[in-house]
């Protein structure tokens, strides 16, 4: 089945795992801005993984037929450095205009802080200003609901967001309900070891029902699958899900959010030219 | 009735075949890690480490008759006080919070 992976840090997986993808119906990944490893000295390594994101990664997997798309902003687990963010938010607007650039993300939270909180607060507003879709990044572990029920909460009482342009990612059972009820898309990452499986997606997806729903791998140099959406088809399969369904989350809801970007393009298997 | 009755597509009999041996195996994984660390060495101290007590604390979920096991068990492993941290005190999770609930909840 043709698939789209909403959040693939593919700047840390090899051109085998566009391949792998490739072979398994992956039509388009989106790309957000990550974590190195490491956090990152001053905004020039920021335009320079920003440039990457934007021409080598496109192009590597245009060679396997997969549209790239990316997301840009500072990552949550940097966003404690204040003026290192105001450095980078200065350069975010000239990659804008990048044709295959869709919107600010993943912002968010990593261990809840103030400087954390006042970073998410200004990507926001860069994406307001640039009329840009946003992804979210929610905490891992002991701090998610702590972080996804502060970001919820402000922008619920910002009453210029438009809950349908955002899509808040890394949700569970005990946050998936918040995030839905405030009208915001809602990803389920999927992990072989510290986030949602694909039984425990399904299990929320038959709990809160496909509407405004997704799932993606989130794959990146940590332990995690760059195949996890097809992992996710093949369990929705046995546990007797019909095609339309499966078909509605992992390849029309994404269609449906990123839609709302003029610059994407609904993705199709036809054959392409590599253009390196 | 369940909260979400019927919402699973399958039998209880099927998904019991389905999935038994694999959530068996994870049964069995969580008893041997706890033994494991009892036999590890400098184990005096691991009763009181915040992470395995909030472990302790979910797994009794486990044995809940009532529907949402995993949220609340999740709910026992999260920071549940809203309050911002001032300064970021460590890059990476830990898996559970080091505030015990009795003290989140005194605080809330």
């Known amino acids: 089945m043709n698939y789209i992976d909403m959040h693939a840090h593919m700047v840390s997986r090899t051109t085998d795992d566009y391949h792998a993808m490739a072979l398994s119906g992956c039509l388009a990944v989106t790309e957000p801005a990550f974590w190195s490893g490491r956090d990152r000295l001053g905004s020039e390594a920021f335009a320079d993984y920003f440039d990457h994101l934007t021409t080598f990664e496109p192009a590597r997997a245009r060679e396997y037929g997969i549209a790239h798309y990316a997301w840009l902003c500072l990552n949550p687990k940097e966003g404690e450095d204040r003026e290192l963010t105001r450095q980078v938010l200065r350069i975010i607007p000239e990659f ?10 993943e ?15 200004d990507h926001v507003e860069l994406a307001l200003e640039h009329q840009q879709l946003i992804h979210i990044h929610t905490p891992h572990l002991e701090d998610k609901y702590k972080g996804t029920r502060v970001m919820v909460d402000a922008l619920a009482a910002d009453g210029r967001i438009e809950p349908g342009r955002v899509m808040i990612d ?27 499986s694909p039984a425990r997606a399904i299990d929320m ?6 509407e405004r729903l997704i799932v993606a791998s989130a794959c990146d140099w940590g332990p995690s699958q760059p195949l996890a959406i097809p992992e996710f088809i093949f369990e929705a399969r046995r546990r ?29 298997r036809e054959p392409r030219l590599a253009q390196v | 009735m369940a909260a979400h009755a019927d919402t699973c597509l399958l039998t209880q009999t099927q998904l019991l075949d389905l999935s038994f041996m694999e959530h068996r195996a994870h049964l069995l994984a969580i008893a041997a890690f706890l033994d494991r660390l009892e036999r590890a060495q400098g184990a005096a101290g691991a009763p009181q480490d915040f992470r395995l007590e909030a472990l302790r604390s979910a797994l009794h979920e486990l044995t809940s008759p009532e529907p949402g096991r995993v949220v609340r068990a999740q709910m026992r492993l ?8 001032d300064l970021r005190d460590s890059q990476s999770a830990f898996g559970a919070s080091r505030r015990p609930h009795e003290q989140q909840e005194a605080e809330q």
């Open chain 1, 96 to 105: 804008l205009s990048r044709p295959t650039v869709l919107g600010i993300g």
């Open chain 1, 107 to 121: 912002i968010g939270l990593n261990r809840v802080t103030r400087n954390e909180l006042a970073t998410f607060l």
């Open chain 1, 170 to 196: 890394h949700a569970e059972e005990h946050t998936v309900q918040m995030i839905l009820d405030h009208g915001f898309w809602t990803g389920l990452t999927l992990y072989p070891k510290t986030k949602a």
């Open chain 1, 205 to 210: 997806i038959e709990m809160y029902g496909s």
């Open chain 1, 240 to 268: 007797g899900h019909t095609e339309a369904t499966i078909r509605k989350i992992v390849l029309e809801n994404p269609q449906r959010f990123l839609g709302q970007s003029p610059k994407f393009v609904p993705p199709t």
């Open chain 2, 78 to 85: 999260s920071d549940q006080n809203l309050e911002l941290l």
